[in-house]
């Protein structure tokens, strides 16, 4: 699936009303590109994360809406996930992607994680643009 910046933001804006979704880079960067196991993903059974921030394609930061900022999504040990819609995902850490398919669509989404740490998760959009979330 490719985004432009501002299906991006839309996309997960509705995954969030279709889902609740997605991953983080803090100011310092210390952590980027550190993709650490499947488990950081979820916890010890199930883990919520909550947007920190968005930015586009350039890397410009994107002004977030009050949906934006309250969106959560919680990982399962299961291959679940859940926040405003569920679904199914498999995470390939040795590729490191993850992918998501909605409950009741055949259609998945799949992309790079660019850090996994326990308190941090990043995702990116074949775009470029990135969602960064922490733990909540």
């Known amino acids: 699936m490719n985004f432009s910046p501002v299906s991006f933001r839309s996309y997960f804006a509705s995954m969030l009303s279709v889902l609740a979704f997605l991953f983080v880079v803090s100011s310092c960067g210390s952590d980027k590109g550190k993709v650490e196991g499947v488990n950081m993903l979820y916890g010890t059974s199930s883990k919520a994360w909550v947007t920190d921030k968005q ?59 660019e850090t996994l740490t326990d308190s941090k998760l990043t995702l990116v959009g074949t775009s470029g643009a990135k969602l960064m979330l922490k733990s909540k």
């Open 55 to 113: 930015t586009d394609a350039a890397g410009d930061k994107m002004k977030q809406s009050d949906a934006d900022e309250n969106m959560e999504i919680s990982f399962t040990s299961g291959g679940t996930y859940a926040g405003t819609q569920s679904g199914k995902y498999v995470f390939d850490q040795a590729g490191k992607t993850i992918t998501m398919t909605p409950e009741g669509s055949a259609t998945s989404n799949t992309f790079n994680v």
